[in-house]
């Protein structure tokens, strides 16, 4: 255990929530729930939505915490976390995340409907239960954690629909198939602190990333006719249709020229164009939306 570093209290809670992520997650429900009914929704059923599954969000990653407490304690890159820094105990990091896990689940339920909430739980299972112990068993763990990544979208269009549909899971697709890159350059880039805890994120014997780095180009190669989806669909129109394909063959050409001699530098590039590129989409989801709804 590290000496304690960070802040103490309410402070530590909420670092547990990893309040970063859980914004995002918030983010892409809120946008979700607003484009499922063509922006035709009350702004209170998002926000009430938005923060449920905010809650159910934050319950997962404090209980990811807390599974992966020994691995964080040997990494540089986590071990100032609040249990491995011993700020908060492992026994209040899993109640307080089965607390926020339940509350926010009963409250999507009385706000939205028993779908969305049967959605954040089953996000926070697959998340929790099956993404976090596969990644120290394989490197294909990536593909599944990417589920509970896009299951958010889901959530937000159920509440606003009471229901699924083609295009809702063709909005998911795209936030599904976005995040394979981004696990995959940061993988490479932590994968020394991986290796120290026993985590296998990249392709075990890949020295030089070449498989690693194939399966980047495989998923941004993908993401490109994925994101076309929705216009394919009628859910939207020429903003989205352009805007998407530039900022698709924008990633495809940061990880084309990461392919063939992979390092820190161009994975980086890789991740930090995944990072731009998901609030692009988002907004274009919105503007395409304001645009058709005007």
């Avoid at 937000?156 to 198939?177: E, N, R």
């Avoid at 352009?242 to 924008?250: F, T, Y």
């Avoid at 001699?261 to 998901?278: C, I, S």
Wanted: proline share 5%.
């Amino acid at each position: 255990m590290n000496s304690t570093t960070g802040p103490r209290g309410p402070g530590a809670y909420l670092e547990l929530t990893k309040p970063g992520i859980a914004c995002f997650v918030m983010t892409l429900t809120g946008v979700s729930c607003y484009i499922a009914v063509g922006g035709a929704l009350g702004v209170l059923l998002i926000l009430h939505t938005a923060l449920g599954t905010g809650l159910v969000t934050g319950g997962a990653l404090a209980l990811n915490q807390y599974a992966e407490r020994r691995e964080d304690a040997l990494m540089s890159r986590t071990r100032a976390r609040p249990i491995p820094s011993g700020r908060v105990t492992p026994r209040e990091a899993r109640d307080f995340g089965l607390l926020l896990t339940v509350a926010g689940a009963l409250y999507l339920w009385n706000a939205a409907g028993w779908l969305p909430a049967v959605l954040a739980l089953l996000s926070s299972a697959l998340y929790v239960l099956v993404y976090t112990p596969l990644k120290t068993r394989t490197s294909l763990a990536s593909l599944v954690g990417a589920f509970p990544g896009a299951l958010p979208v889901l959530v937000g269009w159920s509440a606003a629909a009471g229901t699924l549909s083609a295009q809702a899971f063709a909005v998911f697709g795209v936030f599904f198939i976005w995040q394979l890159p981004h696990i995959l350059a940061l993988a490479w880039i932590c994968r020394e602190d991986h290796a120290r805890a026993g985590i296998i994120m990249a392709p075990p014997g890949d020295e030089h990333g070449r498989l690693l780095s194939l399966r980047m180009l495989a998923a941004a190669a993908a993401l490109l006719p994925v994101s076309l989806a929705p216009v394919l669909l009628d859910l939207t129109g020429i903003v989205y249709a352009a805007g998407a394909l530039v900022a698709g063959i924008a990633l495809l050409a940061v990880t084309f020229a990461a392919a063939g001699r992979l390092t820190d530098r161009r994975a980086r590039r890789v991740f930090l164009g995944t990072l731009l590129y998901q609030p692009c989409l988002l907004v274009l989801l919105i503007v395409d939306t304001l645009a058709v709804g005007g």
